[in-house]
Nanobody
Framework: QVQLVESGGGLVQAGGSLRLSCAAS????????MGWFRQGPGKEREFVTT???????YYEDSVKGRFTIFKDNAKNTVYLQMTSLKAEDTAVYYC???????????????WGQGTQVTVSS
């Protein structure tokens, strides 16, 4: 069973940066496609970004050029570097994973508990 634990959330001013971490256990990161979803207040949960087993990345349009997903297989950890943050980025961010080359952008199998990111304007 894969377990995902996020960290790094918090309060940041608009225009600032924040890095989220997601530590995976139960399976080597090299065998997982990883990603991030988010759910803002009063909004539906939405896909943010994903990185495949082989390292290819894909981003939702609103975060392209501002967010970067990367991973460290040796640490079994995936990261989300967020820059130029906006108030509309405020959300609970969830780390997700699938046991395939590519993660499902709709319903990944594994989810973390989420970490709150609040961007003040």
């Amino acid at each position: 069973q894969v377990q995902l634990v996020e960290s790094g959330g918090g309060l940041v001013q608009a225009g600032g940066s924040l890095r989220l971490s997601c530590a995976a256990s139960g399976r080597a990161l090299s065998m997982l496609a990883m990603g991030w979803f988010r759910q803002g207040p009063g909004k539906e949960r939405e896909f943010v970004t994903t990185i495949s087993r082989s390292g290819s990345t894909y981003y939702e349009d609103s975060v392209k050029g501002r967010f970067t997903i990367f991973k460290d297989n040796a640490k079994n950890t995936v990261y989300l570097q967020m820059t130029s943050l906006k108030a509309e980025d405020t959300a609970v961010y969830y780390c997700t994973a699938d046991s395939f080359e590519h993660m499902s952008p709709l319903s990944p199998r594994y989810w973390g508990q989420g970490t709150q990111v609040t961007v003040s304007s």
